[in-house]
Nanobody, 125 residues
Framework: VQLQASGGGLVQAGGSLRLSCEAS????????MGWFRQAPGKERESVAA????????YHADSVKGRFTISRDSAKNTVYLQMNNLKPEDTAVYYC???????????????????WGQGTLVTVSS
């Protein structure tokens, strides 16, 4: 299983980026895919998650109303649309996947089985 993340870059505050994560090697039809981020000196935190089959989603309070997670079954790809970016959104963003459905009490790093490489998002003020 490989998760290939892309779409990071440098953007000014208030701008937008869309991250993509394509899964290969298997599908997660009954599972969950998510996005995490890790800023320098901070722990990795969950940003958003989506249950593949039902499209039920979770968004962290810090990104609600600005970020949107979605998925495309045909492309086996999950997206993170990030609008109105702020300097505090600067981090390395990782996509992750798990075989189990979305459970709101299971949103930590340890709850995911598969990880992509990170993609750096830098928001300048």
């Amino acid at each position: 299983v490989q998760l290939q993340a892309s779409g990071g870059g440098l953007v000014q505050a208030g701008g937008s980026l869309r991250l993509s994560c394509e899964a290969s090697g298997r599908t997660f039809t009954d599972g969950t895919m998510g996005w995490f981020r890790q800023a320098p000196g901070k722990e990795r935190e969950s940003v958003a998650a989506i249950q593949w089959r039902s499209r039920h989603t979770y968004h962290a309070d810090s990104v609600k109303g600005r970020f949107t997670i979605s998925r495309d079954s045909a492309k086996n790809t999950v997206y993170l649309q990030m609008n109105n970016l702020k300097p505090e959104d600067t981090a390395v963003y990782y996509c992750a996947a798990r075989s189990r459905r979305l459970i709101y009490s299971e949103l930590g790093s340890d709850d995911y089985e598969y990880w992509g490489q990170g993609t750096l998002v830098t928001v300048s003020s």
